[in-house]
């Protein structure tokens, strides 16, 4: 059973199109993630929600929206997209919004903006 | 500066060799911190925690410097299946976000 899972695996679009990335996971934890993985490998914190609440919103552009309709699932909304916005994203969990909690993240979203 | 960082590597390896790795880190506030392992086009997945006291899980021996802010890593009796970019990871204290480093790039060859 796969504990926290992505869709699409891979999302290639053009510029300026709108597009969702779905993210779910059955670990019942409390506390999702998003993260951007660029090219060089950078990984960044994007948000983070408890308990379908937003507690991290890091410097990214209003173009990209979450949305966590229960804590089981957090979406990522991107609109107008640009080419910087090609990058691996990765959705995490962790049981609760604690620093020495484990991460678990998803298998990755690789878009391609054209 | 950059908050994590770790020398990219690749180090290259024979079987059975042992390789380190450190990992440096800028704010002194730090309070937690982990190596993760990303293999080619996977998720990171979490390989050990890392203790101020320092500890072991198997063949990895993980560090933690305070004085000089950094963290370490060594592989003993590398294996194939080692092969994997290693993540440094700091969170800082009253602070939730993890900080990931660049990665370090371990190549194990036969």
């Known amino acids: 059973d796969t504990a926290v899972s992505q869709t699409p695996k891979y999302l290639v679009t053009q510029m300026g199109n709108d597009k969702s990335i779905k993210c779910e996971q059955n670990?019942?934890?409390?506390?999702m993630y998003w993260y951007k993985q660029d090219s060089k490998k950078f990984l960044k914190i994007m948000f983070s929600?408890?308990?379908?609440?937003?507690?991290i919103n890091e410097t990214v552009p209003n173009r990209f929206s979450p949305k966590s309709p229960d804590k089981a699932h957090l979406n990522l909304h991107i609109n107008s997209l640009e080419l910087g916005d090609s990058a691996v994203y990765f959705c995490?969990?962790?049981?609760?919004?604690?620093?020495?909690?484990?991460?678990?993240f998803g298998p990755g979203t690789r878009l391609t903006v054209l | 500066r950059k908050e994590v960082e770790q020398d990219p590597g690749p180090f290259n390896v024979p079987e059975g060799a042992t390789v380190a790795f450190n990992c440096t880190y800028s704010?002194?506030?730090?309070?937690?911190f982990f190596w993760y392992r990303q293999d080619c086009r996977k998720e990171p997945k979490l390989l050990m925690s890392?203790?101020?006291s320092g500890n072991e899980d198997g063949r990895f021996t993980a560090q933690l410097n305070r004085a000089s802010q950094y963290i370490s890593l060594l592989i003993r009796d590398s294996k194939l299946s080692d092969s994997a970019t290693y993540l440094c990871?700091?969170?800082?204290?009253?602070?939730?976000?993890?900080?990931f480093g660049a990665g370090t790039t371990v190549t194990v060859r036969a």
């Open positions: 995490a969990s962790s049981p609760r919004q604690k620093r020495t909690d484990t991460q678990y």
């Open positions: 670990l019942g934890h409390d506390t």
């Open positions: 929600y408890n308990n379908k609440e937003l507690i």
């Open positions: 704010n002194s506030a730090s309070q937690s």
């Open positions: 890392v203790y101020s």
């Open positions: 990871v700091v969170i800082y204290i009253n602070d939730y976000k993890l900080s």
